[in-house]
């Protein structure tokens, strides 16, 4: 039962273009959620983050859009740049439990190209 | 300040062995959680320490267990090692909210 479900496994994207990677959820119950960042080697790196009373956050180069009514959110990086290259995570907590149990979803890898 | 750490990085075992991994977490953390994540998949909640008790813990059998000590570090010990436990384990600490992960062990069972 994948209650996150990240559905692109890769992203090939040209440096300065926008980025675009989209997250799915199942349980109604999540009211935060994350986005890590992991390169090789090392362990994830938290990105940035919404909750569930908003439906967009913004923090430079990066926003995250929540869309509720259809349990999607998904993660804008714009300009993308060829360090933004990695592997990238959608989490997901409930009942405002944001220091405990996540809930993450397969990832998607992406490329950034010069 | 130095982040998480864990220890050890790789390990190999043999299927029924028994394994404890190690972490470290960021100073002033109190709250440990640790992780499997498979090749492929994204990291899978395994359980929750914090004031040296297990506090949440996901769907992993009671193989895996672990422990916190008074100074906050934590052990993860997996029993009768399978060969579906191949994965890497992270250990993330907890602090206002966000937890900070480690570079993670990883764990191949022969």
């Known amino acids: 039962d994948q209650q996150v479900k990240q559905n692109s496994p890769s992203l090939s994207v040209q440096e300065g273009r926008i980025s675009i990677l989209n997250c799915d959820y199942t349980n109604s119950m999540f009211d935060y959620f994350l986005w890590y960042k992991k390169y090789p080697a090392e362990g994830p790196t938290f990105l940035i983050s919404?909750?569930?009373?908003?439906d967009k956050n913004e923090d430079g180069r990066f926003t995250v859009f929540l869309n509720k009514s259809a349990k999607h959110l998904s993660l804008h990086i714009v300009p993308s740049q060829p360090g933004d290259s990695a592997v990238y995570f959608c989490?997901?907590?409930?009942?405002?439990?944001?220091?405990?149990?996540?809930?993450f979803g397969q990832g998607t890898e992406l490329s950034v190209k010069p | 300040d130095a982040g998480v750490t864990q220890s050890p990085t790789h390990l190999i075992k043999t299927r029924g062995q028994q394994v404890t991994l190690r972490c470290s977490p960021k100073?002033?953390?109190?709250?440990v959680s640790w992780y499997q994540q498979a090749l492929g998949q994204g990291p899978q909640f395994i359980f929750q320490?914090?004031?040296?008790?297990?506090?949440q813990r996901g769907n992993f059998p009671d193989r895996f267990s672990g422990h916190q000590f008074p100074n906050y570090s934590s052990e993860l010990n997996v029993n009768a090692l399978l060969l579906g436990d191949s994965a890497l384990y992270l250990c993330?600490?907890?602090?206002?909210?966000?937890?900070?992960f480690g570079p993670g062990t990883r764990l191949t069972v022969l």
């Open positions: 993330a600490s907890n602090f206002a909210g966000q937890q900070f």
């Open positions: 320490y914090y004031e040296e008790e297990e506090r």
């Open positions: 100073s002033g953390h109190d709250t």
């Open positions: 989490a997901a907590s409930a009942f405002d439990n944001q220091g405990g149990k996540l809930i």
């Open positions: 919404i909750s569930s009373i908003k």
